[in-house]
């Protein structure tokens, strides 16, 4: 079982920068591949990035590779989601999930926080 609670977002304007964080619990939580996705209103849910247990893979989604980062810092038990140069299309809810195995896909992972809000002003 694994509990996941994400904070950091907020308003930015276009440009700037954000990082969420993601605050897991549960004994099992090292094992997990850690990722995040995020949703717009009337989009599907969408792939950002992933990490697995080692830190030595990490993906990303097209629409925002070279522009976030995430990292896990397991003495916190935190995943985090770098944001920089947010553009108003990165505007949705994000949401930290956890999977069993590396994977890029919502069906995969089935732990979920309760997702954060991250608007992008233009």
């Known amino acids: 079982q694994v509990l996941l609670v994400e904070s950091g977002g907020g308003v930015v304007q276009a440009g700037g920068s954000l990082r969420l964080s993601c605050v897991a619990s549960g004994r099992m939580y090292s094992t997990y591949v850690m990722g995040w996705f995020r949703q717009a209103p009337g989009k599907e849910r969408e792939f950002v990035a992933a990490?697995?247990?080692?830190?030595?893979?990490?993906d990303y989604g097209d629409s925002v590779k070279g522009r976030f980062t995430i990292s896990r810092d397991y003495a916190e038990n935190t995943v985090y989601l770098q944001m920089d140069t947010l553009k108003p299309e990165d505007t949705a809810v994000y949401y930290c999930a956890a999977s069993p195995a590396i994977a890029t896909t919502a069906a995969e992972y089935g732990y979920w926080g309760q997702g954060t809000q991250v608007t992008v002003a233009s």
């Open positions: 990490t697995s247990r080692s830190g030595t893979w990490t």
